[in-house]
């Protein structure tokens, strides 16, 4: 790639033509660029990790269910009643059995509940996680776009930019000859005026009309010169 003083002093000595090559090369390698995906990378990426977070929350969730489950069912099996409790002891042995079977059962329920959570965790992770990928491709392949034409790219806006320059310089160039025009006509109407004796060829009497229409079309000419289309370089939208 030019430095940036080599490639500019080229850009100043380049005629017409070359910056209308340049210009063009930009435009298609512009119109050739493939998505821009940084911000929905950014956001696939946030996506994964809470994803990944809630699986981890759900897991050690699951665990401590099992565990409390594990050790429900051991008071339920432990309060079955005995064949030694007789009368209110033996009432009152089914009912802690009773309520034990009801706790265990509801801490199995848990269990199957957080295990088919689990079960949705791991695909949201699976889907984000695939999502990420699809993406991380896509900005690689914006990136590597984006470093092969930089060069082309930088060409063209500053031949942009020269001929913007250039157009300028040819409308004020344009503006001060239809001044010195006007002037030059104002000039000669005062020489007119100020002779003591007519001129032997009297100075015409459209002359002012005349120099008033030239000065119009070159102005004219000047505003339509200085209507330059508006190059910029789309670059790091997120």
């Known amino acids: 790639m030019l430095g940036v003083a080599t490639l500019a002093g080229q850009i100043t000595a380049a005629p017409d033509s070359e910056l209308r090559t340049l210009i063009d090369a930009q435009r298609a390698a512009d119109q050739a660029a493939p998505l821009y995906v940084s911000g929905k990378l950014r956001v696939a990426h946030t996506r994964l990790v809470a994803a990944e ?4 929350d759900t897991r050690l969730t ?11 069912t051991a008071t339920a099996q432990a309060s079955t009643p005995r064949w030694w409790h007789a009368g209110p002891l033996r009432a009152r042995a089914a009912t802690e059995h009773h309520t034990a079977r009801v706790a265990a059962l509801r801490a199995s329920a848990s269990v199957e509940e957080l295990q088919s959570q689990l079960g949705g965790a791991e695909t949201r992770v699976a889907s984000a996680r695939e999502d990420a990928t699809v993406l991380e491709d896509a900005h690689h392949d914006w990136n590597r776009w984006y470093q092969q034409n930089l060069p082309t790219r930088y060409a063209g806006l500053a ?9 300028h310089r040819l409308a004020a160039g344009t503006k001060e000859l239809g001044e010195q025009v006007r002037a030059t006509t104002a000039r000669v109407r005062a020489v007119d005026t100020t002779q003591p004796n007519p ?3 009297p100075v015409r009497v459209h002359l002012g009309a005349d120099a008033d229409a030239a000065y119009e079309r070159i102005t004219d000419a000047t505003n339509d010169a200085g209507r330059q289309p508006d190059h910029e370089m789309d670059i790091d939208r997120d």
Do not use: P
Request: hydrophobic content about 45%; glycine content about 0%.
């Open 159 to 167: 031949a942009a930019a020269e001929t913007a320059r250039r157009a």
């Open 62 to 72: 699951l665990a401590a269910a099992q565990h409390q489950a594990t050790q429900a």
């Open 53 to 56: 977070q809630h699986l981890r």
């Open 199 to 201: 001129h032997s060829r």
